[in-house]
C-alpha cells in the first residue's frame, strides 16, 4: 500500500477545493472506524523496530529510522483509550507531515482510501464519547466515520509556542496606525482562542466562524452591510466541516463582493499537494500552524497599516 499511496493521493487532489477530502481509514482495536486526510500521510507499513527512551511522554511509543530520518513514532490507540499498540507485531505505522514536522502513529488496521463529502461532516456530538481528539464524523457506507485530530494528539505531547516574540510585537506596534479586523475560521475552539489572542498582542479585532459555510455567509452580511464594519483579511483553516477552506478560498475569489479579500490559509497541511492547492484556490498566503510570529508577519505584509486608515 505504501508504494502507491503517493499515487492515490495525486488522484483524488483534482477534487480538493470543491470541498472534497480523501481520508486514509484505519482501526485502532475494535470495529469503529477512524479516518485522517490523505494529505498528512507520507507513507503506510509495517511496524518497525522501536527505540525507546525513558522520561518521555506517555504517548511516545519510541522513534524509528525513517529513510534515513530519526522519527518519532505515536500510539494512537493509547492516545484514544485503546489498548497500546508499542509491543504488538502486526501493528501498522502511518508516517504523516503536519505542523512542519514528521511523525509516525500506531494503527492496528489499515483499511482503505474513500472520498468525503465536505458537506456531510458534521462536528462530533459529546454524547458519542470520542473527546477532544475527533473533531468530525460522518457516514461511509453506512458505518461512522470518526476524523481524528492528529494535531491536537501532537499538541498534547509537544505544545506549539503561544505567543509572538518580543520582535514581532514591536514590528506589530509600529504597523499600528489604525484599528483593523479579521476573521478568523477554525472549527477548533482551541484553535480560535489562541489566534484571538495573537491577535490581540497586535491590536487586531477578530470575527469568528467556525467553519467555512458559516465564514461566507458571515462575509455576504458584511459586505452587504456597512463598509467600515467588513474584514479585509480572512485567515482560515482548511480542515473543516460543511465547508472547507480549500472551497471557502475559491468561494471568495468567485464572489464579485469578496474577491479583493485577502486570504491566509492556516493548517496543519503541508507537502506539495497542499502548496499546489493553496495556489489552485488563490489563496494569498500559506502559514502552517501554529507558528505566530510568521503568521503575524504575514498578516502584516498583506495589510499594511496605511491602507486601513480611515
Known amino acids: 500500500m505504501g508504494g502507491t499511496l503517493l499515487e492515490k493521493v495525486e488522484q483524488h487532489t483534482r477534487l480538493a477545493g470543491h470541498n472534497r477530502v480523501a481520508m486514509l481509514l484505519f482501526r485502532l482495536g475494535d470495529a469503529q472506524l477512524f479516518g ?3 494529505f498528512k500521510v507520507r507513507e503506510v507499513m509495517r ?14 511509543a519510541g522513534s524509528c529510522d525513517y529513510r534515513g530520518q530519526t522519527i518519532p513514532v505515536i500510539d494512537l490507540a493509547a492516545a484514544l483509550g485503546y489498548p497500546p499498540l508499542r509491543d504488538e507485531a502486526s501493528a501498522h505505522l502511518m508516517v504523516t507531515e503536519f505542523s512542519r514536522s514528521v511523525q509516525g502513529f500506531l494503527v492496528a488496521d489499515l483499511q482503505r482510501m474513500v472520498q468525503c463529502d465536505g458537506d456531510k461532516l458534521e462536528a462530533p456530538s459529546a454524547t458519542l464519547g470520542f473527546g477532544a481528539r475527533v473533531n468530525a464524523v460522518t457516514r461511509v457506507d453506512g458505518a461512522l466515520l470518526a476524523v481524528v485530530d492528529v494535531e491536537q494528539v501532537l499538541a498534547g505531547i509537544d505544545a506549539a509556542p503561544a505567543e509572538l516574540s518580543l520582535q514581532m510585537q514591536r514590528l506589530a506596534d509600529a504597523h499600528m496606525l489604525a484599528p483593523r479586523r479579521v476573521m478568523v475560521v477554525d472549527d477548533s475552539l482551541i484553535a480560535r482562542r489562541r489566534l484571538v489572542e495573537l491577535f490581540k498582542q497586535m491590536n487586531i479585532e477578530c470575527v469568528l466562524a467556525q467553519d467555512g459555510r458559516e ?10 452591510a456597512d463598509p467600515a464594519e467588513g474584514v479585509k483579511l480572512v485567515v482560515s483553516d482548511i480542515e473543516m466541516p460543511r465547508l472547507d477552506g480549500y472551497a471557502l478560498t475559491r468561494a471568495i475569489r468567485e464572489a464579485p463582493a469578496l474577491c479583493r479579500l485577502k486570504v491566509v490559509l492556516h493548517s496543519s497541511l503541508s507537502g506539495i499537494f497542499n502548496e499546489a492547492m493553496v495556489k489552485e484556490v488563490k489563496a494569498d498566503a500559506f502559514v502552517a500552524k501554529f507558528q505566530p510570529d510568521l503568521l503575524a508577519h504575514a498578516v502584516l505584509e498583506l495589510l499594511p497599516a496605511e491602507a486601513l486608515a480611515d
Open 215 to 224: 465564514a461566507l455567509e458571515r462575509l455576504h452580511e458584511l459586505a452587504a
Open 36 to 38: 485522517i486526510n490523505v
Open 47 to 60: 511496524r518497525p523496530p522501536l527505540e525507546r527512551m525513558p522520561g518521555v511522554h506517555a504517548l511516545l
